[in-house]
């Protein structure tokens, strides 16, 4: 089955950066691409941005471009987020998730299969 | 603010039908782009309910039925149980810059 895996929480101090890794299984990892999203205590889903498995390109919001960079190792099918500059606003919970859509263009993009979540609190 | 409006709130009693609303704009739903639905439990991961506006991906009861027109979606869920008691989450594609992926706020349905 289709399984995402995440790395555990991570606590930060304002300045500093966070990486968070998504393992993959259960299917063929360059085949889907992979989004990062992320919820903010009691607050809504927030778009950060993409990643195609198969070559490494990225599609970043504009909000944290910048910021967020994410990368990925094939060899062990497993996709990084990292954020830099951390600020207390970035306390949340990010999750990776797969996007079904294959080639049908950014205007289809969704999510099928969720990771169970990263915890990054951000306090001095 | 996001870029797509949910209702707060929406409550029904057990074997209600419920209604969640999603409005947009020119840039996402109303130039045709496609609108998903998630569903939140307290605790966990947002769960795929509905994509490309209407499909229900296998496994997902069919009580739970999208629809789309002009520049709004909905959601409804029909018999309503219990289990369906959750935060309930659209998503779509936006042409501006607030884009590519855009939600909204996020509905909490209340089961009373």
């Known amino acids: 089955q289709v399984l995402l895996v995440q790395s555990g929480a991570e606590v930060k101090k304002p300045g500093a950066s966070v990486r968070v890794s998504c393992k993959a299984s259960?299917?063929?990892?360059?085949?889907?691409?992979l989004h990062w999203v992320r919820q903010a205590p009691g607050q809504g889903l927030e778009w950060l941005g993409i990643?195609?498995?198969?070559?490494?390109?990225?599609r970043y919001a504009q909000k944290f471009q910048g910021r967020v960079t994410v990368t990925r190792d094939t060899s062990t099918s497993t996709v990084y987020m990292e954020l830099s500059s951390l600020r207390s606003d970035d306390s949340a919970v990010y999750y990776c998730?797969?996007?079904?859509?294959?080639?049908?263009?950014?205007?289809?993009?969704?999510?099928?299969?969720w990771g169970q979540g990263t915890l990054v609190t951000v306090s001095s | 603010q996001s870029v797509l409006t949910q209702p707060p709130s929406v409550s029904g009693a057990p074997g209600q039908r419920v209604t969640i609303s999603c409005t947009g704009s020119?840039?996402?739903?109303?130039?045709?782009?496609?609108v998903h639905w998630y569903q939140q439990l307290p605790g966990t991961a947002p769960r795929l309910l509905i994509y490309?506006?209407?499909d229900r991906p296998s496994g997902v009861p069919d009580r739970f039925s999208g629809s789309k027109s002009g520049t709004s979606a909905s959601l409804a869920i029909t018999g309503l149980q219990a289990e369906d008691e959750a935060d309930y989450y659209c998503?779509?594609?936006?042409?501006?810059?607030?884009?590519?992926?855009?939600f909204g706020g996020g509905t909490k349905v209340t089961v009373l």
């Open positions: 998730a797969r996007d079904p859509t294959l080639n049908s263009g950014s205007g289809s993009w969704h999510f099928d299969y």
């Open positions: 259960g299917y063929t990892f360059t085949t889907y691409y």
């Open positions: 990643i195609n498995p198969n070559g490494g390109n990225t």
């Open positions: 020119i840039s996402n739903i109303g130039g045709g782009y496609d």
């Open positions: 490309d506006s209407t």
């Open positions: 998503q779509s594609y936006d042409s501006t810059l607030s884009g590519p992926v855009v």
